[in-house]
């Protein structure tokens, strides 16, 4: 069983930055490919990243590719979605997602069991 907690969502302006964080609990966290999805308002949940358990390969879409990183502290339990350069069209509120098992192809949200509440990312023009 895993509990995923984010924080650090946030008003920011075009052009700025954000760091979201993810605790995990849970003795295994280190088993766990971690990704990051999204969902604006009337649109269906998007992949964002996806890490994989030793934190050694990444996956990201175009639309985030080079202005997100995503990274994960498997000693604290912690994964992190750094975004830079924010669009208004990054909107929406972010969650965290974990499964065990390898990042190879895990970028659908069907892929994932556990989940966060979400925290609410704004990005104004």
């Known amino acids: 069983q895993v509990q995923l907690v984010e924080n650090g969502g946030g008003l920011v302006q075009a052009g700025g930055s954000l760091r979201l964080s993810c605790a995990a609990s849970?003795?295994?966290?280190?088993?766990?490919?971690v990704a990051w999805f999204r969902q604006a308002p009337g649109k269906q949940r998007e992949f964002v990243a996806a890490?994989?358990?030793?934190?050694?390969?990444?996956n990201y879409p175009e639309a985030v590719k080079d202005r997100f990183t995503i990274s994960r502290d498997n000693a604290k339990n912690m994964g992190f979605l750094q975004m830079s350069s924010l669009k208004p069209e990054d909107t929406a509120v972010y969650y965290c997602?974990?499964?065990?098992?390898?990042?190879?192809?895990?970028?659908?949200?069907?892929?994932?069991?556990?989940w966060g509440q979400g925290t609410q990312v704004s990005v104004s023009s």
């Open positions: 849970g003795r295994t966290f280190s088993l766990y490919t």
């Open positions: 890490i994989s358990p030793t934190g050694l390969n990444t």
């Open positions: 997602a974990a499964d065990r098992g390898s990042l190879y192809r895990r970028d659908s949200e069907t892929q994932y069991y556990y």
